[in-house]
């Protein structure tokens, strides 16, 4: 699924200092501004410096095309994802259709000190398989600047925290409460993104909302 992204790592010098997770989130950003993006707004989108953001921009227009200049009346308006860059994320919501910002309020029963921490979700589709106990995913969750992540599966009735080891009554045990059940499923169906069975529900969680976003979307990337 990354193959088409190989190339923008690829340097006889320097590698680049963005990651994956930069790229893939750049994509969802520059597909909700359709009237152009520039880099500065990228670069603070996606925290990163501006040597790295015009690095990003130059490599995603020219080495593989997924963005291009948007210009009125001979002015630059920002970048838009070309016809390429729009089939590529196509394939990549397949997977990931949504990431969400969320309410901490309504998620105290399943986070650990929610205050003064901003949630955004992610869901993955059809991923609960390639869950073993969401360590790895809030590893990544971390190493990308956010401070965790919570994984949650969708069992086609309810969601349940992953674990290998529980007997499946052991498992009603681990249930998320139906208030917060009911949060998440309603926020996903406004974002019409309905769950499905063997979804995986992703919360990561930063110190602002743009390292909450960096920290779900890279959460995810582990199980694509």
Do not use: W
Request: charged share 30%; proline share 4%; glycine share 8%.
């Amino acid at each position: 699924m990354f193959e088409e992204l190989d190339t923008l790592f690829q340097s006889p010098t320097i590698k680049p200092s963005f990651e994956k997770v930069h790229v893939m989130l750049a994509l969802f950003i520059f597909e909700e501004n359709k009237d152009g993006l520039g880099r500065y707004r990228l670069q603070k989108e996606l925290l990163i410096g501006s040597g790295t953001a015009r690095s990003l921009i130059k490599k995603l227009n020219i080495t593989i095309n997924f963005i291009t200049v948007l210009t009125d009346e001979n002015k630059r308006k920002g970048h838009i994802l070309t016809r390429e860059g729009l089939n590529y994320l196509k394939k990549i919501k397949e997977k990931i259709p949504l990431i969400g910002a969320g309410d901490p309020s309504e998620l105290k029963d399943i986070i650990i000190k929610p205050e003064g921490h901003n949630p955004y979700f992610c869901l993955v589709r059809d991923a609960s398989d390639k869950i073993s106990n969401g360590i790895e995913q809030r590893d990544a969750a971390i190493k990308i600047g956010g401070v965790g992540a919570t994984c949650l599966l969708y069992n086609g009735r309810d969601l349940i925290f992953p674990s290998h080891t529980l007997s499946e009554n052991d498992k009603d045990q681990m249930k998320v409460k139906n208030n917060t059940f009911k949060y998440i499923d309603t926020l996903f169906n406004k974002k019409k993104s309905q769950l499905e069975e063997n979804d995986v529900v992703i919360i990561g969680l930063g110190e602002n909302p743009e390292n909450a976003r960096l920290a779900a979307l890279n959460a995810a990337l582990t199980i694509l």
